[in-house]
């Protein structure tokens, strides 16, 4: 318990889904990154706020890794945890909002089975994104803040993107004090 404790406070070392960076093609102020397909632990919640539906679904995922699943097995802690956007329709509507945790490699073939019925298996497929990373201690406001400029930047640069949903990343634990890291992906508009 303490170890995963520890790797969930202390994102250092922890495990990343695979992704390829596109070099040649980077924004002068984000990223652009295809992810490998992956499988990641999900929960989905409805509501008003961002944080307080990444919280419980936070410690919804965190009880699976402790060991809360089908196979009673302890699953190691991985970063970032993700947190997709669906917008609701208006400003006073509920939004969607699915929390993951990326499922180590050792489990990648064959994830342990969720005992809650909040909890699914989520398979991601290939995807791109752009990729706006900032620091500090980020709440709803800053995520908020970083999401327009990365759209303000895709503007910019003419790229096809995809509106909504959009991610928002974190890295790091709260007690995690400096050198924070935290992310909004954009998704890539698929080329047919």
């Not at 922890?14 to 992704?19: A, D, I, R, V, Y």
Request: hydrophobic share 30%; charged share 25%; glycine share 6%.
């Amino acid at each position: 318990m303490l170890k995963a404790m520890g790797q969930a406070f202390f994102s250092t070392g922890l495990q990343n889904p695979k992704f390829t960076a596109d070099e040649e093609k980077k924004g002068q102020d984000y990223e652009i990154r295809t992810y490998h397909p992956t499988k990641w632990i999900s929960t989905s919640l409805s509501g008003m706020q961002l944080d307080a539906a990444n919280n419980t679904g936070f410690r919804r995922l965190f009880s699976y890794i402790q060991g809360n699943n089908q196979n009673k097995v302890k699953v190691e802690m991985t970063a970032p945890v993700t947190c997709c956007v669906e917008p609701g329709a208006g400003p006073a509507c509920e939004s969607k909002f699915t929390v993951s945790f990326y499922i180590p490699e050792e489990h990648q073939e064959n994830p342990p089975e969720p005992s809650s019925p909040e909890l699914f298996v989520e398979h991601r497929k290939e995807f791109t994104a752009y990729v706006r990373t900032y620091s500090g201690f980020s709440n709803e406001n800053m995520k908020r803040e970083e999401l327009l400029k990365l759209l303000e930047s895709l503007q910019r640069d003419g790229v096809p993107y995809v509106d909504k949903p959009y991610y928002v990343a974190g890295y790091d634990s709260p007690f995690k004090l400096t050198n924070r890291r935290n992310e909004v992906w954009v998704l890539k508009e698929a080329q047919n």
